[in-house]
């Protein structure tokens, strides 16, 4: 019986693929780099005749260019790939999406939404502590970008969303780069995701748990920022955001 050969694919720095092109096609994956030689050859046990692409690290764009291989050996010491054909990848969402997320009170939660969203098409993640957020865990960035990395591979994405870490809405609110919708459920009557018109890049604001406290609303109206409703039920931190997502990213890619 003929073994089967995997396909795997990786976001990778740009240094990884220098100088790689049908001239120079032999690429060497060693402990020169240790997280990719690491999951390759000891987490994914490739082997000869494997297929891996590999995707320049790229946060500015939603096109990027994939770089396909084929495994020639494997040892205990490095893997051999042969470079095969370069291909451009696109994300659908072509437009700027950013998630602004007070922390949810479980690691797990965040997690969720980095992954989800970032499937979605999100390209910025702004996470900040809110005045009701019940967070107590320390905020590791390598590990959230990590989930970050991981989904953008898994959902072959083009570009790779970043993330920044804000100590509070205030701070987020001072360096607001895009116009910003805001997910606020109570008080006035607020306008359906569903009915807003949006066409151009934009920031989604989501508080925590039992939602923006009175001093983070009257902050938010002194931006003057638009609010959304998502419905009358009353919905989780994780469940608002991927689901104001998923609508926002659907309407951008009309």
């Not at 700027?96 to 922390?103: F, N």
């Amino acid at each position: 019986m003929n073994k089967r050969h995997n396909y795997y694919r990786f976001v990778v720095s740009r240094e990884v693929l220098r100088g790689i092109d049908k001239t120079n096609p032999q690429l060497i994956i060693d402990r020169q780099w240790p997280e990719l030689y690491h999951q390759l050859a000891k987490v994914l046990r490739v082997s000869p005749g494997d297929r891996i692409t590999l995707i320049p690290e790229n946060t500015a764009s939603s096109r990027n260019t994939a770089y396909c291989f084929f495994i020639d050996a494997a040892d205990k010491k490095q893997l051999s790939a042969t470079f095969q054909k370069r291909q451009t990848i696109e994300d659908p969402l072509k437009k700027e999406l950013g998630l602004a997320l007070a922390l949810p009170n479980k690691p797990a939660k965040l997690e969720e939404i980095l992954q989800h969203c970032t499937e979605l098409g999100t390209t910025h993640f702004t996470v900040f502590s809110g005045d009701r957020s019940n967070f107590n865990h320390r905020l590791a960035l390598p590990r959230l970008e990590k989930i970050v990395r991981e989904a953008v591979e898994q959902s072959e994405r083009a570009r790779m969303p970043i993330i920044t870490l804000h100590q509070n809405l205030d701070q987020y609110l001072e360096n607001l780069q895009r116009p910003c919708l805001v997910a606020l459920e109570r008080g006035a009557q607020q306008s359906s995701l569903l009915e807003l018109r949006i066409d151009s890049p934009c920031d989604l604001l989501i508080g925590p748990e039992g939602g923006f406290s009175d001093r983070e609303i009257t902050l938010i109206k002194s931006y003057q920022l638009r609010t959304y409703s998502l419905g009358s039920q009353i919905l989780r931190n994780q469940t608002a955001a991927i689901l104001s997502t998923g609508i926002v990213s659907l309407k951008m890619q009309k």
